[in-house]
């Protein structure tokens, strides 16, 4: 610490402090519905304190083993881990709107799960204070094109923390509800269900930054450390025909499609917010099948979902700074220009053309003559152009691709083979092989020879670790 951090140190007489106060909170599924007589939702629970509204007619919801009845106006407010499920009551149909909270703090998060008194009348004190503080959410959740400028998102987020501070207010006002109790085995299994979701947000809120393009060149390098590996990375967005937003009880469905039709290529990370984004970071070596996997997503959402969504693209790129323009381009595939005369939307997918040639490339790296222009040749383009779609298409030349594949295989026969560095040389392509030292020590930081080294010490250490196990 540096010496003139308190330049009034000597003369301080007293000096009182406490611990840093750190916190953070997240709001999830915010949405308002209104249902006909009849309707239902079957039982269920989550790790999340639940905020239930009725705006009109009557709601009958059983938490537990106790059902509560609502009218409108009234709140019911259902502990992190209960078990509940909920319906109409009486004639006619019912309007109500919930939100979904988790605080990462253990202390406020304790009481939450032993309230006794959840139902809270429309004349109640908390339920008076907390109306107004609702009434933006509920407006946003019926418009929610309007959040989509700074403002407006920096005006909800104001507005959660008053709730926020409500809610606690309501909590330290009954000191006895922080009295240490005994959390039994499902809180627990709750409380660890709410950290992970806590992760998986943190991720998806890593990842949505990129969108915005205000990631320095430094910042986004630094970012790298905290996202998943990756020599590629796609991003396609999902909405309704004619509209970026779309919401019916099948989207947690259609997450968990898209994200289980997307994996094959790499880690997925969905941002679920005005529409559904999915950022895929793939470490294949060649470029992945995205459009096959795009297309095979959207046909599955299209029969089991809704057969109004489609996928939009944004591209696949190597340089992290390119996610922010992928991310607008996947909402152009939206626009009424991207319509054709028939009404079906066209996506514009990775060129075909650089495609096959990188199949060209993972065939032929190890010969020594291979080039861009023979390249160019066999596809029957110019070197210039196929130079270009290169450097369009995926943010590298065709130079860096062919080091790259070469440099991947110079690597595998290093571990896997007992050749000489010189004939691993001309295995991937080189005739050189001062030259091909002198690459892959600019690469990968040491010698082919030192390479080869660290990895059978690696892999005596794991052997013997497997041995003393």
């Not at 009182?16 to 916190?23: I, L």
């Not at 998102?153 to 507005?159: L, S």
């Not at 005994?182 to 806590?198: I, Q, S, Y």
């Not at 470029?287 to 959207?298: D, G, T």
């Amino acid at each position: 610490m540096s010496e003139s951090f308190d330049p009034g140190r000597d003369l301080c007489a007293e000096l009182h402090a406490m611990s840093n106060v750190h916190f953070s909170f997240q709001i999830y599924g915010i949405h308002w519905r209104n249902v006909r007589q009849g309707w239902s939702y079957q039982e269920h629970s989550h790790p999340l304190l639940e905020l239930n509204l009725v705006l009109e007619g009557t709601q009958a919801t059983r938490v537990g083993d106790k059902e509560y009845v609502q009218g409108p106006g009234d709140l019911l407010l259902i502990p992190p881990g209960w078990t509940h499920a909920s319906r109409t009551e009486g004639v006619g149909g019912m309007t109500f709107f919930c939100l979904h909270l988790n605080i990462d703090d253990h202390f406020i998060m304790e009481p939450l799960y032993h309230l006794t008194d959840i139902l809270m009348p429309k004349n109640a004190d908390l339920t008076m204070r907390l109306r107004p503080l609702l009434a933006p959410f509920i407006e946003g959740a019926s418009r929610p094109s309007e959040l989509s400028s700074s403002y407006h998102r920096v005006k909800i987020q104001a507005n959660s923390l008053n709730l926020i501070t409500a809610l606690i207010e309501m909590l330290i006002s009954d000191e006895s509800g922080f009295a240490n109790k005994e959390f039994n085995d499902a809180e627990r299994r709750t409380m660890l269900g709410a950290v992970k979701m806590r992760e998986q947000t943190l991720m998806e809120k890593r990842v949505q930054d990129l969108f915005y393009g205000t990631l320095g060149a430094d910042v986004s390098k630094t970012y790298e450390a905290l996202l998943p590996s990756y020599r590629w990375i796609s991003v396609c967005s999902l909405s309704r025909k004619e509209t970026l937003y779309w919401d019916n009880k099948d989207r947690a469905y259609a997450r968990s499609l898209l994200e289980e039709v997307l994996s094959p290529l790499g880690s997925v990370v969905i941002i679920d917010d005005l529409l559904m984004t999915a950022v895929v970071f793939s470490n294949q070596i060649s470029v992945p099948p995205v459009e096959q996997k795009m297309l095979e997503a959207e046909k599955c959402l299209q029969k089991n979902v809704d057969p109004e969504l489609h996928l939009g693209f944004g591209g696949i790129a190597t340089d992290l700074r390119e996610v922010g323009s992928m991310y607008e381009q996947s909402l152009r595939a939206f626009s009424v220009d991207s319509l054709d005369t028939s009404g079906s939307r066209t996506i514009e997918f990775v060129n075909r053309i650089i495609r096959l040639a990188m199949n060209r490339l993972e065939t032929e790296y190890a010969n020594k003559d291979f080039s861009l222009g023979l390249l160019a040749e066999s596809l029957n383009i110019t070197p210039n152009y196929l130079s270009a779609l290169f450097t369009s298409e995926t943010s590298m030349t065709f130079t860096q691709h062919l080091t790259r594949i070469r440099m991947e295989q110079a690597k595998r026969l290093l571990n896997e083979t007992q050749f000489k560095i010189y004939q691993i040389c001309k295995e991937v392509g080189y005739s050189d092989q001062a030259y091909f030292s002198r690459l892959f020590k600019s690469l990968e930081g040491i010698s082919p020879f030192d390479y080869r080294e660290h990895s059978r010490i690696r892999e005596i250490q794991l052997t013997v670790d497997k041995f003393k196990k």
